[in-house]
């Protein structure tokens, strides 16, 4: 039971955190390719236009996902809702029925988490910096390389039936990552990084697929991970840019003790 609460509260972190965050890294220091391959920039600005360009993403400083997530190990189904404002500012509710509700978000200055398996959280050392990074409204998009000190194109492979450019890059704290980008679309397609998982930090393997076009921009409406061969999907249903409630981004009051407690 202790190892499938903590499987769970990890797969739910990372689902909270997931959707369409990239967090890759970087205004390059070094940006190579092998075998004359395409430098990692030009692979960034290609995936930028093909979501639908930078003045079209910049239009845009407010969203809405509504998505079901599904952790077959465990038999899990629910539904996983997330609202988002630029610059820096997201809460994530995850419905898990007789599991119970998880909420966590990031307010602008305070990352916070509450899970029945848990408890209530402010965030802080790593937690705190993932949900920062995940936070950022344009991060997967416009900020595709925030903070890498090298990057570099360095194959070709194939997956999910096409060719897909990988992508290599090292962040100042020498932690690596890959990204992937299709061959046919230049829609970023997958990354494989260090993310948190039951034991800590673990290796994992996200996948982006199924893109459509909303309001004049793709987005993916399919997301797996895998970690520890514990896979989480996330299967968007719906993506709304219309304006939040003004209290979408308020402290929930449980976390708001905790912090004047603090």
Known sequence: MYIFKKYLSRSLFLAATLAFTINAYSEPVEDTADNNLPLVSVLFAKHIEAIGGGKSLRAYTKRTITSKLFIKAFGIEGNLNI??????????????????????GFNGSVGWS??????????????????????????????????????????????????????????????????????????????????????????????????????????????????NGVETIIEINSVSYDDLAGNAFDLPSEIQALVKNQ
């Open 83 to 104: 609202v988002a404002a630029a610059p820096n500012k997201m809460t994530t509710t995850v419905d898990l029925g007789k599991f119970g509700v998880n909420r966590s």
């Open 114 to 227: 509450m899970d029945a398996m848990s408890g209530n959280k402010v965030l802080d050392g790593e937690a705190l910096q993932a949900m920062i990074a995940k936070a950022n409204f344009y991060g997967d998009n416009l900020q595709l390389g925030k903070g890498a000190i090298k990057q570099k194109t360095v194959d070709v492979v194939t997956f999910d039936g096409g060719e897909q450019f990988r992508v290599f890059l090292l962040n100042a704290k020498g932690e690596e990552s890959y990204l992937y980008f299709s061959k046919e679309t230049g829609l970023l397609s997958g990354m494989d990084r260090m993310e948190f998982g039951a034991m800590g930090k673990v290796p994992t393997q996200i996948r982006l697929s199924s893109y459509v076009e909303l309001d004049g921009l793709k987005t993916v409406r399919r997301i797996s991970s895998s970690q």
